[in-house]
């Protein structure tokens, strides 16, 4: 009884401290979202207030009406999109590595292995330069195309499938189903969790992917939101409440999508062997 009574007061103790802890972390986010409602003198003025006493949306509606903000978040979606449909190709290779034996399996997956060590930063030159031979420089299509496949993506497929029974496979195809019949009604309704997994991180890498449209487009109507909440450090320098309401527009979309995929995303490392 009293080891009960003890084990409840330390995990009383430890839900305390991490909600503490919690709160701590989250009050620059909850700042931010406060003064993203506050009209630009309010915010500067002295004493400082958490709470805004105007509440205003002027911030957001100059954000998609002078700041070209909805170009920026027309371009993200599109990338995130592209981000997405590239999943299927990484699921099919990962599929590929982990049920099919076909000649050059574990040299070619463990060549996908090593691209992994390599720093995107190296390889941004090298495909940029193929971008510009076939003319896909300053083009959507430029921009979204290299990251269609991710290395780290294929290896995440490649172990969760690995733990699919090869015997559940093999009475499919003996009741006469066809391979992608298999793959697209069978394996990728299992592969749910870690879907979830690589949608979300997929999702978060398109959303901040701020380096490569900078480098591959030339136009602004081709920059996404990382970009153009950069420009709008210099557009609207003294408006803190502007920049404010931009990195709003960035942020809370991630938390949303988290918080309905947590649960996925737990699932999905832990089922795919990853501690």
Do not use: H
Not at 8 to 32: C, H, Q, R, Y
Not at 70 to 84: E, F, H, K, P
Not at 116 to 139: A, D, E, K, R
């Amino acid at each position: 009884m009293a080891v009960n009574q003890r084990s409840k007061t330390e995990v009383g103790i430890v839900t305390v401290l991490l909600f503490v802890v919690g709160f701590i972390l989250s009050i620059p986010f909850i700042w931010m979202l406060l003064s993203a409602f506050k009209p630009n003198a309010e915010l500067i003025q002295l004493p400082v207030r958490i709470l805004p006493q105007t509440w205003t949306l002027e911030n957001f509606t100059r954000l998609f009406t002078e700041m070209n903000f909805a170009i920026y978040l027309r371009n993200t979606l599109i990338l995130v999109g592209c981000s997405l449909i590239g999943l299927l190709f990484n699921a099919m290779a990962g599929y590929s590595f982990a049920k099919f034996q076909f000649k050059g399996n574990r040299p070619l997956f463990f060549l996908v292995l090593a691209t992994m060590m390599i720093p995107g930063q190296v390889t941004m030159i090298p495909v940029y330069l193929i971008l510009n031979q076939i003319g896909l420089t300053n083009t959507m299509t430029g921009i979204a195309l290299p990251g269609l496949v991710a290395a780290f993506s294929i290896f995440l497929f490649k172990q969760f499938m690995s733990t699919i029974p090869d015997a559940l496979l093999e009475a499919a195809r003996l009741d006469g189903a066809g391979e992608f019949y298999i793959f697209f009604k069978l394996v990728l309704p299992i592969a749910k969790p870690i879907l979830a997994v690589q949608g979300i991180l997929a999702f978060i890498g398109a959303w901040n992917s701020f380096l490569w449209p900078l480098i591959v487009a030339n136009s602004q109507d081709l920059y996404t939101l990382s970009v153009g909440l950069a420009l709008l450090q210099g557009q609207a320098g003294e408006n803190y409440a502007l920049q404010m309401a931009g990195s709003a527009v960035m942020v809370v979309p991630i938390l949303i999508v988290f918080a309905i995929f947590q649960k996925y995303i737990v699932n999905g490392f832990t089922m795919s062997g990853i501690k």
